[in-house]
């Protein structure tokens, strides 16, 4: 059974530069989830997508911030102009929607931002 | 709007004595509350997850949560502590089937 995986692991850029990470989730979910996580903090929810369509968007998504999922598979979310308060783990994670009220997400290992 | 409050920051235990790990949940109706916790360089792995049957739940690697209406709380235990317990647990509210609401975190530390 394949995971969350994303890519890269680990990003250091320097401020104002773009930048954009990958989301592959576990095949036969067709949700998808993003998350931001700050040192000592719980992980903070972005936005999530079911098969293709962008269901909701924190109001923490700055309009410098887009996700896209193209084809209902793997997801991308892009940073413009980075700031340094963008350092973060961003983490990514998949669920298969049941007719019940919660599905598990499964977590992938998060991309960790640095901006200088 | 749902939240989840948990009262310790870090928590240490010495192993083979009880863990608890608490939290308080505030929402308007009927929640789904879950522990996941977080092992360094690893990503966040469900321990537990409440979803309105048993009050008390078992997870895996022996720990516990008891769901507490009156008491709006949903702490975590275990009834002896082991070394690789030593990690990052979050409790978390879910408002539907979509995001997952994430409290602050408690650093458990075990020490042998």
């Known amino acids: 059974d394949t995971g969350v995986s994303q890519d890269p692991r680990h990003k250091i850029t320097k401020r104002g530069q773009n930048v954009t990470f990958r989301c592959d989730p576990i095949s036969e979910h067709n949700r998808l989830y993003w998350y931001r996580q700050t040192l000592g903090q719980g992980p903070e929810f972005l936005t999530y997508f079911q098969n293709e369509a962008q269901l909701e968007k924190s109001r923490l998504l700055s309009d410098r911030f887009s996700a896209e999922r193209p084809k209902g598979s793997f997801s991308t979310l892009e940073i413009q102009r980075t700031e340094q308060g963008d350092s973060a783990m961003y983490l990514c994670?998949?669920?298969?929607?049941?007719?019940?009220?919660?599905?598990?997400?499964?977590f992938g290992p998060g991309t960790r931002l640095t901006v200088l | 709007a749902q939240s989840v409050t948990q009262l310790d920051s870090h928590v240490s235990v010495s192993e083979g004595t009880p863990v608890l790990l608490r939290c308080n949940y505030s929402?308007?109706?009927?929640?789904?509350l879950f522990w996941y916790v977080q092992h360094p360089n690893k990503g966040l792995q469900l321990l537990l997850k409440y979803t309105s049957a048993a009050t008390l739940v078992k997870g895996i690697n022996g720990f516990e949560a008891e769901f507490k209406k009156s008491e709006t709380s949903f702490h975590l235990t275990k009834p002896s502590a082991h070394m690789s317990d030593a990690a990052e647990y979050f409790c978390?509210?879910?408002?539907?089937?979509?995001?997952?609401?994430f409290g602050t975190g408690t650093r458990l530390q075990v020490f042998p």
């Open positions: 994670a998949s669920s298969r929607r049941l007719a019940v009220n919660y599905n598990e997400q499964f």
């Open positions: 978390v509210v879910s408002p539907g089937t979509d995001k997952l609401i």
């Open positions: 929402s308007s109706y009927s929640p789904s």
